[in-house]
């Protein structure tokens, strides 16, 4: 069982006995937050929502960029053990919609520069929430339908509560909408005892009272959220800057003597596609967490001068594979089964393959409460996931004689770009928004990067009599759906491929996912099948 002071609202109030005067957050725009400060804030915060009369195991929508105050939300939600849903600020229109109302919340706490694309939700959507809590409003409330309350009237009055049981390692630390599947986005309940697996995944020694943990990764997902547990585990200080930036990356590790921070493996490669400079070793990093690992990830580590580590994990089921610098056998390997963790690599019956074999990973653990409670609202769905008394994690692996796990590619119909689950359903549902579109199908192209990173592509069939333009089709999606789920690949065709249930055969689009017919986003033109792999890093 998880210890209580091991539970991040816990671990937090007691760095605030032991190291109270100590800067806990900083911000690379100035501002500082000690252990006594965020306690507080905390606790203030979670008296200001139980005057708002949100109850334990009530879901609160939270809009957010990385801040203080997204951490100081959700941390004062965990003390009423209330379920926060934090959302990804790329959402709007149809995304939006669908998480206010699934989520079946009723109250959303968003930044003020969220207002816009709130406004955009339709009246009947919006009128499901009770209020909208603003903190940082700034002049008139807008008119969105519910009530709209200010950062003086929601904690003005609020005191830090001392008198709050907080939660338990089995209470739902948040829910995170994952686009893991062909289906609607699904919102994974995350015990606590599972979210404290990620940060405890890290090795040994990388952090301690004197070190600085760059977090450059949202706290809209588990990345950015473990990264807050880590540095409170080991009374370190956790420095924010909102987005990733290439520009900033190393001024801002140097500026803050940063000596560890977690990236996505498309971070860390497109660092090393940036001009080399005679210093670029001369920085406080001396260890980076990155996954999956790409092939030149030696050369990355001698450039920069860093150890890395990495593994493998989902938001439902943690972090069961692991490993670090001194035991990497290769680029391509995840790790090895981490204590507690029970894996299985199976075919279409749950039936085990033999090493070296492709199957689907599966995971247990033998402890309570370290993977996922299940998925909101959708029993058939966690009963699927979790069939034969093990999570179906639709990812196909194959294990070495050694032990030695190796992700082979997604069995889901889903992509993956710049660390984002994209469903191919979402993408098609905001393609068939366009007044031209006939029919359209969604697939993973390659990506220059590879290794783990995929493009977008769609293949649209145009309404009859329609004068179609890719370039127009992407002008209409711009507007209307995140940034990551954006196509950059377009092509036009008179049929798609069926089975004899009519569903799309997406194997055969993606044997030939970029040919002459492919028109490329980013070139501005066709797609040289010569060429294309020289591509550009500046999509993104």
């Not at 002049?139 to 339908?145: D, K, R, S, T």
């Not at 697996?197 to 473990?226: M, R, W």
């Not at 889903?414 to 393609?431: D, P, Y």
């Not at 065709?493 to 069926?498: D, F, G, N, R």
Request: aromatic share 10%.
């Amino acid at each position: 069982m998880l210890e209580q002071d091991r539970i991040l609202p816990f671990t937090i109030s007691r760095r605030a006995e032991t190291h109270g005067d100590q800067v806990a957050l900083q911000d690379v725009g100035g501002r500082a937050c000690t252990y006594r400060g965020y306690d507080e804030a905390n606790r203030r915060w979670a008296d200001a929502f139980r005057r708002q009369g949100v109850q334990p195991g009530q879901t609160v929508l939270t809009f957010f960029p990385n801040s203080f105050e997204s951490l100081h939300c959700w941390l004062g939600l965990a003390w009423l053990r209330a379920i926060e849903v934090p959302i990804n600020t790329q959402f709007r229109g149809r995304m939006l919609e669908y998480l206010i109302e699934n989520s079946r919340a009723e109250l959303m706490v968003t930044s003020e520069r969220f207002l816009g694309q709130l406004g955009e939700v339709r009246p009947q959507v919006l009128s499901r929430l009770r209020s909208v809590i603003v903190p940082d409003l700034s002049g008139e409330p807008p008119q969105l339908g519910p009530p709209v309350i200010g950062g003086g009237e929601f904690l003005d009055l609020a005191e830090p509560a001392a008198d709050l049981d907080g939660p338990a390692h089995y209470d739902v630390s948040c829910m995170i909408y994952t686009s893991g599947t062909t289906g609607p986005s699904k919102g994974v309940l995350v015990p606590w005892a599972e979210l404290h697996q990620f940060p405890n995944a890290a090795p040994p020694g990388i952090l301690d009272e004197s070190s600085s943990y760059y977090a450059c990764l949202p706290t809209f997902h588990v990345g950015g959220k473990s990264l807050a547990y880590m540095t409170a585990l080991h009374a370190s200080k956790a420095v924010l800057r909102e987005v990733f930036s290439l520009s900033e990356f190393w001024s801002d590790v140097r500026a803050f003597r940063c000596n560890t921070t977690g990236l996505i493996g498309i971070m860390a490669q497109l660092l090393l596609t940036m001009p080399a400079q005679p210093d670029d070793a001369d920085n406080p990093l001396t260890t980076i967490q990155t996954a999956p690992l790409f092939p030149e990830i030696e050369e990355f580590e001698r450039r920069f001068g860093v150890k890395t580590f990495t593994g493998y994990g989902m938001t439902e089921i943690g972090a069961p594979l692991y490993v670090g610098y001194e035991d990497r056998v290769n680029w391509r390997s995840c790790g090895r089964i981490r204590p507690g963790y029970e894996l299985r690599i199976v075919d279409e019956h749950d039936e085990e393959v033999p090493d070296g074999e492709v199957g689907e990973l599966i995971v247990r653990s033998d402890r309570p409460w370290e993977l996922n409670s299940g998925y909101w609202g959708m029993p058939e769905k966690t009963a699927e996931a979790w069939r034969n008394g093990w999570f179906h994690t639709g990812d196909g692996f194959c294990r070495d004689g050694e032990g030695n796990y190796y992700f082979v590619d997604r069995l889901k119909d889903a992509m993956r770009k710049g660390g984002e689950n994209i469903s191919s359903l979402e993408v098609e549902g905001h393609v068939r928004e366009h007044p031209g579109v006939q029919e359209v199908a969604a697939i993973a192209a390659p990506s220059e990067f590879g290794h783990g990173e995929d493009e977008v592509k769609v293949l649209v069939i145009p309404k009859p009599g329609e004068d179609f333009d890719e370039a127009a089709l992407l002008d209409f999606l711009v507007t209307a759906m995140p940034k990551f789920m954006l196509p950059r690949y377009v092509e036009l065709v008179e049929e798609l491929p069926k089975t004899p249930t009519l569903r799309v055969r997406k194997v055969e689009l993606r044997d030939d996912a970029l040919n002459a017919r492919t028109w490329d986003r980013v070139a501005g033109g066709y797609v040289d099948e010569a060429r294309w792999t020289a591509g550009t890093a500046a999509d993104g």
